[in-house]
């Protein structure tokens, strides 16, 4: 399967839509608050700048991914900043439904990759938490470090590495595919988080129909 560049979407075959291939990254959200501001959005900023888990830093009057970060997913963004990036890239946040159709496919299988956990077999397929993490990431890895976790349509670390939100509505908004905190057992299972509160362990990606 061909590994695509970061920014690129991926089909969901028979599904009629598309989805980043992988989580947004540091690099990418800056260029989008240098666009268009750190706003505030139901009481909250779009990004949570001065929090010590933000990998994006304001220099010169912009804003700029910490170096040695600039392709790890993004967080401590909010539900909100998340939906204006995707519209600010001519795209949207997936549904509930789009996001676990891209990330586990049609054959009911129990993880991206299959039914076998993220450690087992030849090497880990995802970044989630290890009392002596083996992958040397202690946090969040580079998009797209576990190629032995891609989905069925192509789209990486769908399952652990940072939480994602996805489209909803009323108070809460749900968080999928679980982080490098989540434990084996939690990962896949989908929380309800407030989405004007910015975290450490949740980013996003985007979708976009056919």
């Given at each position: 399967?061909?590994?695509?560049?970061?920014?690129?979407?991926?089909?969901?075959?028979?599904?009629?839509?598309?989805?980043?291939?992988?989580?947004?990254?540091?690099?990418?959200?800056?260029?989008?608050?240098?666009?268009?501001g750190?706003?505030?959005?139901?009481?909250?900023?779009?990004?949570?700048?001065?929090?010590?888990?933000?990998?994006?830093?304001?220099?010169?009057?912009?804003?700029?991914?910490?170096?040695?970060?600039?392709?790890?997913?993004?967080?401590?963004?909010?539900?909100?900043?998340?939906?204006?990036?995707?519209?600010?890239?001519?795209?949207?946040?997936?549904?509930?439904?789009?996001?676990?159709?891209?990330?586990?496919?049609?054959?009911?299988?129990?993880?991206?990759?299959?039914?076998?956990?993220?450690?087992?077999?030849?090497?880990?397929?995802?970044?989630?938490?290890?009392?002596?993490?083996?992958?040397?990431?202690?946090?969040?890895?580079?998009?797209?470090?576990?190629?032995?976790?891609?989905?069925?349509?192509?789209?990486?670390?769908?399952?652990?590495?940072?939480?994602?939100?996805?489209?909803?509505?009323?108070?809460?908004?749900?968080?999928?595919?679980?982080?490098?905190?989540?434990?084996?057992?939690?990962?896949?299972?989908?929380?309800?988080?407030?989405?004007?509160?910015?975290?450490g362990?949740?980013?996003?990606?985007c979708?976009q129909?056919?």
């Amino acid at each position: 399967m061909h590994k695509p560049l970061i920014g690129e979407m991926v089909p969901v075959t028979g599904f009629g839509f598309y989805i980043d291939a992988f989580e947004v990254t540091n690099r990418e959200f800056a260029e989008f608050l240098n666009a268009r501001g750190n706003r505030e959005e139901s009481g909250s900023r779009w990004f949570e700048l001065g929090d010590e888990e933000a990998l994006i830093e304001r220099r010169s009057g912009g804003f700029t991914a910490r170096a040695g970060f600039e392709d790890h997913p993004v967080v401590e963004i909010t539900w909100f900043g998340a939906q204006r990036y995707c519209q600010w890239k001519g795209k949207r946040l997936p549904s509930f439904s789009e996001w676990e159709q891209a990330a586990l496919g049609a054959d009911g299988r129990r993880y991206p990759w299959g039914q076998d956990g993220p450690g087992s077999g030849a090497g880990h397929r995802a970044n989630y938490y290890q009392d002596f993490p083996e992958d040397g990431y202690e946090k969040t890895a580079p998009v797209g470090s576990y190629p032995q976790g891609v989905s069925p349509y192509g789209a990486h670390d769908m399952v652990g590495n940072v939480w994602e939100w996805v489209d909803g509505s009323g108070d809460e908004r749900a968080i999928l595919g679980g982080s490098f905190e989540s434990g084996e057992e939690s990962l896949g299972t989908p929380f309800e988080a407030d989405p004007s509160l910015p975290m450490g362990e949740t980013g996003f990606r985007c979708a976009q129909g056919e």
